[in-house]
């Protein structure tokens, strides 16, 4: 009985850290696309926006 708790425990907290890296993860793509927006907006270069927008996605893997 002990093992089968040990493993349901496991599971759950593993399943816990997996969705709380996938939040993260999202989180770092939304502010990632905010960030380059704000730069579109502001400088209007779409070439510097989409280089900001590739480097801050590639920081989020």
Same mark, same amino acid.
């Given at each position: +009985?002990?093992?089968?708790?040990?493993?349901?425990?496991?599971?759950?907290?593993?399943?816990?850290?997996?969705?709380?890296? =996938?939040? /993260?993860?999202?989180?770092?793509?939304? +502010?990632?696309?905010?960030?380059? =927006?704000?730069?579109?907006? +502001?400088?209007?270069?779409?070439?510097?926006?989409?280089?900001?927008? =590739?480097? /801050?996605?590639?920081?989020?893997?």
């Amino acid at each position: +009985m002990k093992k089968v708790f040990s493993i349901v425990a496991l599971t759950v907290f593993m399943a816990g850290n997996l969705n709380a890296m =996938e939040v /993260q993860r999202s989180l770092c793509e939304e +502010m990632a696309w905010h960030g380059a =927006e704000v730069i579109y907006v +502001m400088t209007g270069d779409n070439i510097f926006a989409g280089q900001y927008l =590739e480097l /801050q996605l590639s920081k989020c893997e």
